[in-house]
T-cell receptor
Framework: GAVVSQHPSWVICKSGTSVKIECRSL??????MFWYRQFPKQSLMLMAT?????????EQGVEKDKFLINHASLTLSTLTVTSAHPEDSSFYIC?????????????FGNGTRLTVT | GQNIDQPTEMTATEGAIVQINCTYQ??????LFWYQQHAGEAPTFLSY????GLEEKGRFSSFLSRSKGYSYLLLKELQMKDSASYLC????????????FGTGTRLLVSP
């Protein structure tokens, strides 16, 4: 079964509004989670690393003030897309790994399809 | 750098064998992953190679040559459900858990 849960699966919002996406590790603690973005027919692009109890680290070119990440507990990370615009429409996917298990594969959530109108 | 190259698209017929190649460049090697992603869904883990050679898992096998910066995913007895994107990726230099991916290879299996 799924080990990483992501919510919502899809969301439609108006331009200028903010959207929050949740990522939960279901049966393990994840001190680190990752947020990816995927545009149609393109590969996954890493946006940021979510660190429990500290600030997220962002990849080059990703605006930290636009994509707010909060990792308040060992099982939950949230990504908030602030002041969304149509170009932010994309498939957002989170991931986590059982860090206590060496070389454990990364598990992905089912993704959130964001459409900004 | 962490350049990863894969073919963009491949086609094959049901029952056939297909090999998806991946070349990579990284200054610090920590293994090579393959993931399968169906359209609109999250990627699912297929394989992880850290040593040279072939790892077999049922119909899927993955090969790695570290000296050549080369890997391939071999799919046997293709089924229609194997139509998907196949992502080659490896840990970023800054952290094992942080994976970077190639563009992915879209495989279309036809009857």
């Amino acid at each position: 079964g799924a080990v990483v849960s992501q919510h919502p699966s899809w969301v439609i919002c108006k331009s200028g509004t903010s959207v929050k996406i949740e990522c939960r590790s279901l049966d393990f603690q994840a001190t680190t989670m990752f947020w990816y973005r995927q545009f149609p027919k393109q590969s996954l692009m890493l946006m940021a690393t979510s660190n429990e109890g500290s600030k997220a680290t962002y990849e080059q070119g990703v605006e930290k003030d636009k994509f707010l990440i909060n990792h308040a507990s060992l099982t939950l990370s949230t990504l908030t897309v602030t002041s969304a615009h149509p170009e932010d429409s994309s498939f957002y996917i989170c991931s986590a790994t059982r860090a206590s298990v060496g070389n454990s594969p990364l598990h992905f959530g089912n993704g959130t399809r964001l459409t900004v109108t | 750098g962490q350049n990863i190259d894969q073919p963009t698209e491949m086609t094959a017929t049901e029952g056939a064998i297909v090999q998806i190649n991946c070349t990579y460049q990284t200054s610090g090697f920590n293994g090579l992953f393959w993931y399968q992603q169906h359209a609109g869904e999250a990627p699912t883990f297929l394989s992880y190679n850290v040593l040279d050679g072939l790892e077999e898992k049922g119909r899927f096998s993955s090969f790695l040559s570290r000296s050549k910066g080369y890997s391939y995913l071999l799919l046997k007895e293709l089924q229609m459900k194997d139509s998907a994107s196949y992502l080659c990726g490896h840990p970023a230099n800054t952290g094992f858990q942080k994976l970077v991916f190639g563009t992915g290879t879209r495989l279309l299996v036809s009857p």
